[in-house]
Every structure is written in C-alpha cells, then in structure tokens.
C-alpha cells in the first residue's frame, strides 16, 4: 500500500490550494480514506473524511472551506481547500484503510488509519 500526496505549498490568507494524494496497492479498493493535519505545538487532527460510499464528514474548523474528493478512476484523492487562514498551516497527510469500520465520523473522532503518505506542508501567510 502506498500513498503518495501533492500539491502543498505556501499561499496567502484567503488562497486556495488542492491537494491531491495518489492511492495504490488496496484490492479492491479501499474503505475510509481522509486527510490529516498535524501543527507544530498542536495534536495531529483529522479534518476530512470520505467513505467508500461516498459519505464526508469535516472537522468544524473546515466546514465549508474544505471539500474532500475522491476518483475511482484513478485511485486518488482530493482536498480542495478554499478561504485559507495562517492556522490552517499545517503539515497534511493523506490515510487510507482497508475498511470504514463505524464510518466515515469514527475516523475524524480518531484519525486512526492503518496507512499513511508522508505527508505535505501547506503554509499560509496573513
């Protein structure tokens, strides 16, 4: 299992960024697959999660700034983020396992993945 992520970067506060994170090596397809963030000073936190049944959930800090996505076409993942603020800064990884488990909210509650990518920063300047 690999995973792969794109895209961070360094934007001005209300930028936007979309991250990417390419998925292999689950058969036939994985479960729960989310996005992760961990802040210097701050405990890592999962922000956004998508089920293999296409159901979301987001952590309230990103409500409506924060779409995660997903093509099974291509096995990859997205986070379109939108209205950036400097505490969005942030390194973020991608996770993915092989089941959903309790769902897609049991995965935010605990952002407790069995595989991770190695993660990209995303730095947001006021």
């Known amino acids: 299992v690999e995973l792969v992520e794109s895209w961070g970067g360094s934007v001005q506060a209300g930028g936007s960024l979309n991250l990417s994170c390419a998925v292999s090596?689950?058969?036939?397809?994985?479960?729960?697959m989310g996005w992760v963030r961990h802040a210097p000073g701050s405990e890592r936190e999962a922000i956004a999660i998508?089920?293999?049944?296409?159901?979301?959930a987001y952590t309230d800090s990103v409500k409506g700034r924060f779409t995660i996505s997903k093509d099974n076409s291509t096995n990859t993942i997205y986070l379109q983020m939108n209205s950036l603020k400097p505490e969005d800064t942030a390194m973020y990884s991608c996770?993915?396992?092989?089941?959903?488990?309790?769902?897609?909210?049991?995965?935010?509650?605990?952002?407790?993945?069995?595989?991770w990518g190695q993660g990209t920063q995303v730095t947001v300047s006021s």
């Open positions: 996770a993915a396992d092989r089941v959903c488990g309790l769902g897609a909210r049991e995965y935010l509650r605990t952002g407790k993945f069995a595989h």
């Open positions: 998508i089920s293999g049944r296409v159901i979301t």
């Open positions: 090596g689950f058969a036939p397809s994985p479960g729960c």
